[in-house]
């Protein structure tokens, strides 16, 4: 995947849930470096502007629905391969948090969302790539986790346990798949996006005390990171979870 040098020439990325934050970090630094990108997410205006920015058409296009959807993720690969005639790179990066609290108060259909959305779309997703193209070609695929499936994670324990599930996955399926696909993934903190917005809003400096590295993750951050392992660099690693997170882990509780 990719060259030694970090190039990315030639190569197609698909990257769902890519409109903005951590999916369009990650899209932008492959674009960066070569890539052309096929982008999903649910939001066809804000998908749009994520194109424009990634410099239009001929670098990125855009695929707007839900990954949920089988039909959708289908359309999402046949998009990459019958536009840019091939699919190098998967980043699995959907993901839902639409409850918090107790896992005593949740609703069992909630959870069946969340696992649904963030674990079973991203198996759906893997699936129709390695049919369409790389069980021949090859490829590579990251998954995008948190640290909120390597511990407790109060409040949003269900969130946690589904990324716990895709850190899982992704061993299974570097076993799985190999050694035609590396399948790896990244486990971030607190990273400064909308989607995490609600957990640094108005304290944003006093989170940012508790990491040794004393900021807050950003998109590119987690772009750059995802490069590395996408990238031929990293053609010995798979089965691996990055944890990106300033250093919080390593410090334990305070």
Do not use: C
């Amino acid at each position: 995947m990719g060259r030694s040098d970090g190039s990315f020439e030639g190569r197609t990325a698909l990257v769902t849930g890519g409109s903005r934050g951590i999916g369009l970090g990650i899209a932008q630094s492959l674009v960066d470096r070569g890539a052309r990108v096929v982008l999903t997410a649910r939001n066809a205006e804000v998908l749009a502007e994520a194109v424009d920015r990634l410099g239009g058409p001929d670098v990125a296009v855009a695929v707007p629905g839900n990954t949920g959807d089988p039909e959708h993720r289908a359309a999402a690969v046949r998009t990459a391969v019958d536009t840019f005639g091939r699919l190098d790179v998967l980043v699995g990066n959907v993901g839902i948090n639409p409850v918090f609290g107790p896992l005593m108060d949740l609703d069992p259909d909630a959870f069946r969302k969340i696992l649904d959305t963030n674990v079973v779309s991203t198996l759906g997703l893997v699936q129709q790539a390695w049919r369409a193209w790389m069980a021949e070609h090859g490829g590579s695929v990251l998954i995008v986790a948190s640290v909120a499936g390597l511990k407790s994670s109060e409040g949003i324990a269900a969130y946690g346990v589904s990324k716990a599930a895709l850190i899982n996955l992704t061993t299974q399926l570097a076993v799985e798949l190999g050694p035609k696909v590396r399948v790896n993934a990244v486990a971030p903190a607190v990273v400064k996006t909308r989607f995490a917005e609600a957990l640094f809003e108005g304290r944003e400096a006093e989170l940012a005390a508790q990491y040794p590295a004393n900021r807050l993750g950003t998109p590119d951050d987690i772009g750059e990171a995802a490069a590395y392992l996408l990238g031929d660099a990293a053609g010995w690693v798979t089965g691996q979870t990055l944890v990106l997170d300033g250093g919080a882990l390593s410090r334990g509780p305070r």
